[in-house]
T-cell receptor, first 112, second 118 residues
Framework: GENVEQHPSTLSVQEGDSAVIKCTYS??????FPWYKQELGKGPQLIID?????GEKKDQRIAVTLNKTAKHFSLHITETQPEDSAVYFC???????????FGQGTRLTINP | EPEVTQTPSHQVTQMGQEVILRCVPISNHLYFYWYRQILGQKVEFLVS????????KSEIFDDQFSVERPDGSNFTLKIRSTKLEDSAMYFC????????????????FGAGSRLTVL
C-alpha cells in the first residue's frame, strides 16, 4: 500500500522568510495530494491540494509542487507570518479512493 | 462555515471499558470517516462509512471497533473493550463524495477526541 514520508518533523523560520516542507510517496497510482494545517485545539484543515495532471499550484503565499517521476511533492510558504505557526500534514490518495495516507506531520514555528 | 463537531474533547477510561466517541458531520455530507493519531505518529485511516454501511476499513479496525449512524445527524465510533494502545486522538471527518480526488470534494475534519486509556 501507499506510504508517505514527510520532512522535516520540526521547522523554525524567521517571520518573513520562506518555509518548505517535503513529502515522498511510494505508490505511482496516487494522483491526489492535499496539504492540511492543524492549529492547536482544531482538526486538520485543507489549505491546498494538487492533482497529478499539474506540476505546480499556487494560492497567494502558499504553493505546492509535484514531481511524479521522483514521487515527491512539496509545500512552499512565502513571507511567513506568525499565524502560519501550526502542524502541517501532507497526504496522498489514488483515483476513486476513500482514504488518505498521511505523512508524519511538520511542526512549523514562525519566530517574530 | 460548516464544521464537523466531535464530543467529548477528552475522555479518560480504564482498560477494558467501552467507549463511544460521537461526531456530527456536515449536514449535506454523505461519507463519514474515522482516523486516529497516536501521539507522535501519523494520522491513520480507520474506517469509511456510506449509506449506513462500512465501505472500507483498515487493519486497525478490528472486531473491537464498530461504527454507527444512530440517527440523521450523529456518527459514532465504539471501542468495545479498550486497551492501552487505543490511547490516541480520534478524528471524525466527512465529505460530500466518496472519491477524495474528485472535483471540489473536500475531506473536512473535526477537532478530535483525545482518548486516554489507563
Amino acid at each position: 500500500g501507499e506510504n508517505v514520508e514527510q520532512h522535516p518533523s520540526t521547522l523554525s523560520v524567521q517571520e518573513g522568510d520562506s518555509a518548505v516542507i517535503k513529502c515522498t510517496y511510494s505508490d505511482s497510482a496516487s494522483n491526489y495530494f492535499p496539504w492540511y494545517k492543524q492549529e492547536l485545539g482544531k482538526g486538520p484543515q485543507l489549505i491546498i491540494d494538487i492533482r497529478s495532471n499539474v506540476g505546480e499550484k499556487k494560492d497567494q503565499r502558499i504553493a505546492v509542487t509535484l514531481n511524479k517521476t521522483a514521487k515527491h511533492f512539496s509545500l512552499h510558504i512565502t513571507e511567513t507570518q506568525p499565524e502560519d505557526s501550526a502542524v502541517y500534514f501532507c497526504a496522498a490518495t489514488s483515483r476513486g479512493a476513500q482514504k488518505l495516507v498521511f505523512g508524519q506531520g511538520t511542526r512549523l514555528t514562525i519566530n517574530p | 462555515e460548516p464544521e464537523v463537531t466531535q464530543t467529548p474533547s477528552h475522555q479518560v477510561t480504564q482498560m477494558g471499558q467501552e467507549v463511544i466517541l460521537r461526531c456530527v458531520p456536515i449536514s449535506n455530507h454523505l461519507y463519514f470517516y474515522w482516523y486516529r493519531q497516536i501521539l507522535g505518529q501519523k494520522v491513520e485511516f480507520l474506517v469509511s462509512f456510506y449509506n449506513n454501511e462500512i465501505s472500507e476499513k483498515s487493519e486497525i479496525f478490528d472486531d473491537q471497533f464498530s461504527v454507527e449512524r444512530p440517527d440523521g445527524s450523529n456518527f459514532t465510533l465504539k471501542i468495545r473493550s479498550t486497551k492501552l494502545e487505543d490511547s490516541a486522538m480520534y478524528f471524525c471527518a466527512s465529505s460530500s463524495q466518496g472519491a477524495l480526488d474528485s472535483g471540489a470534494n473536500v475531506l473536512t475534519f473535526g477537532a478530535g477526541s483525545r482518548l486516554t486509556v489507563l
